[in-house]
């Protein structure tokens, strides 16, 4: 007897469960995988936003890597947030919070002034138990993740990890700033990759050297670029803004901008970042052999966070910045719901094209459930990563793997029963685009598990 709608969802679950994934992208450090205490559950970034527009007063992140936050931090900001929990009980992110303390720490009540310090002393007792971190990643099958290489430390888990570098974001624009492609590259010019500089922190703190010249700026890059350590990563990612207007600029405009630089406005932030972007793409396509370019799209900056906000310019523009360089493999990360169909369009006609997961303000289970299916629709399983979480710590890589698994499932359970895919067919593309596609388009390398997983259901 075929199984009904419901039984279809839940035996495509379970067997989701079974297909080992690849993360592609997080922010996990090497050696401190887990949740440091209920801070770092409770106070995603994601979930930060719930309670800010819920009215906690505080919308600013925690102290971020390499600093973590004092006891004291994380305390009051716990205390602040816990009266808004129940005004946020409703959305996608609450959910998550709640399967990874049902799962994870087998905590079912609700929490309040009463006893969140009890549950935060639970995962506390967790935070150093490195083969517990593990055990989490391998119930979940999740057989290699990527994160930046700042946060290797070391490389004490260089079994589970791969890296990507996330340094200077030449194209992305800064809340009230002007001149941010420029601080970005002066950032960097002269030092050893490291983390980029936070969305929103208003802070700037003083370079080591300053560009003043067009030979300055080109030596600055060449530093940029022949720092990157090639073979060592399989990708470097950068942010691409909406608000820039992209075009090409001549030496001596840029550098009558240069000298504009102390009264700079949207003119000549264009034409910093115009510039300052052509000529690492530039460069970086020469060692298009050796490195994927991953980009962010469609999350503009706001005080605290951003909004997702795309134009059709940008998507117009960034086909011209990838159809001239052909050599180069870029790799979106889109927080667009509205714009997922004119990227799988590029995507189908740029062979250098593939997209990935469901980024910031996509990543919430209505989009998951459009985007997988328009791009299941449109692209090849070799154009698209199905899973990123972009977590901080693993047990947010459980929460959003388990949330894109149910999604999954009903998406591929409505192409059963139309008649466009068999069983048979829809798990051999949820393991194309979860396994198989990580490989073939970063290079990631997938470890055999020996421990027990859980079934996810």
Known sequence: MPLNSEELTRDLEQALAEIPVLDVHTHLVGGRLGARGLHDVLLYHMVISDLYAAGCPSAARLTQYPGWPTAEEARARLAEAIPYLPLIRNTSSCWGVRLILQDLYQWTEPITADNWQRLDDQIRQRADDRAWHHEILDRLNVVRTGTELARRAGGADDDRLQYALEWGFFA????????????????????????PAPIGTGARPATERTIRTLADLHAAMRHYVDSIPYGQVLATAIHISTDIQFRTVGDAEMQAALERRDRAGVVERDTYASYINDAFLTALAEHGDKITLQFSLGAEPLPFETGSRLSQLTIAQLATMIGRRPGLRFQCFLASRHAN???????????????????????????????????????????????????????????KLRIVRKQLAR??????????????????????ILHDSPQSLLGMTPRTLTSARCSGS
């Open 172 to 195: 992305r624009c800064q809340w009230g700033e002007f001149d941010t492609a420029l601080y970005e590259l002066e950032r960097c010019w002269g030092r050893t990759p490291e983390s």
């Open 341 to 399: 169909h004119a990227l799988c369009t590029l995507a189908r006609e740029l062979p250098n094209l593939s997209l990935a997961g469901y980024w910031w303000h996509n990543f919430f289970p209505s989009t998951i459930v459009q985007v997988m299916e328009e791009r299941l629709d449109m692209l090849p399983t070799n154009k698209q990563v199905g899973f990123f979480s972009d977590a901080y710590c693993v047990e947010w890589v459980y929460a």
């Open 411 to 432: 998406v591929l359970a409505r192409k059963i029963r139309q008649g466009q895919y068999t069983r048979a067919d829809a798990l051999a593309i949820a393991r194309a």
